[in-house]
Structure formats: C-alpha cells, structure tokens
C-alpha cells in the first residue's frame, strides 16, 4: 500500500523536517501536559503518530477516530490499547462533554466545511480542545523551498483551508475560548477551553 502523504512526512530523512517535527511535538507536549487528561478525543488521528507520541500526557482512556478507513486499521493494530473508530469530523459519534481533552490536529485544513468540525469538537469536549493548522503563508514557501508542490505554488494539493494566527482565532471562537495560539514553525497550534 502506498504511504499517506501524512506518514510519509513522520518517516522523512530530511534532517531539517525531523527537527521541525520535533518541535512541534515538543510544544504540543508543553500545552497538554499540564491539562491532564482523564479520557482524551484524538479528532482525525491519521496513523496515530500523536498518540504514539504523547502516550502517558493524554490519560487512562484514549480514543481516536479517523475518516480514512486505513487510518483506523493502522492506528488499531499499532496501539492495541487505543479505541479506534472511522467518522466524520462534522458528526461525531459521542455524546456532548465525553472527553477532557480533544486533539484535532491538521485537520482543519483539508475539511470544505471547518466550522461545522469545530462546533463538533466542542460539542464532544469537557474542557480542553487542542488544534493545530499549518501556518501560511510559511507552510507553502517551505514547501516551495524543498521543491514540493511547485505548480501549486507550495500549496498541498488536500488544503482547501489556508491559516494564519487571526484566522484560526476566528473559526475557534464562536465555540471554544482561546487560551493560546502558538507557532511551532511552520504550524499553528492553539490551545482552547470549552466555554461553561
């Protein structure tokens, strides 16, 4: 089976993306830390990479849904211990305030409809709602950079959404109360409370 474009950027031997990578993960770990988690929402997981990651930071009980069916079959044999499901981001299939924690973690920018995820997110959450978006114009000139994407001018041919820190603030805030926007270059992460 041919590699997700998100795997493959997790497997790169490009040095300079690894530690870029690292960073990202080490920042996403700074803002979940301290929220401890008792059960944790990974929104649009991918092959799990981020649950992997942070393992013990996102509690006793993690779950993780995904609306690739390959995406769930990984994330289900790479960590036995994860709840893992197929859905959609604009439907999710839980009840209202399930879960301390949610991550929705480059997501955003590949769904027509964000608001829609975003009043689902907070819908599903507690208390603590964690996303991250790549952060433009900076995302496309790296990768116009490393030579990807060029007839598209850098432009990730699955991102219909394009953020920066006062867009992301805009779409997070008729539902959650932003704490925190982050850059962990060339991402966005924000950090938001559930209003209540």
Known sequence: ?????????????????????????????????????????????????????????????????????????????????????????????????????????????????PSRAVRELARVGRRDVVVSVPYEPWFRLGSLLRGKYVRTLGNHPEHVNHFRRRSLRDLLEPELEVADIRVAFPWLIAAARVPG
Not at 25 to 41: K, Y
Not at 48 to 55: C, K, N, P, V
Not at 63 to 75: F, H, L, M, N, R
Not at 91 to 109: H, K, R, T, Y
């Open 1 to 113: 089976l041919p590699k997700s474009t998100n795997a493959a950027k997790f497997e790169t031997a490009n040095p300079v993306v690894q530690r870029l990578i690292a960073r990202f993960f080490a920042t996403l770990s700074e803002l979940v830390g301290p929220m401890r988690p008792a059960e944790t929402l990974d929104a649009g997981c991918g092959e799990g990479e981020t649950i992997a990651r942070l393992g013990s930071l996102l509690g006793p009980r993690i779950e993780a849904v995904d609306i690739e069916q390959g995406c769930v079959d990984t994330v289900a044999a790479r960590l036995p211990g994860v709840e893992v499901r197929r859905a959609d981001l604009a439907d999710l299939p839980f009840g209202s305030g399930a879960f301390d924690l949610v991550l929705c973690l480059e997501v955003l920018e590949h769904i027509g409809e």
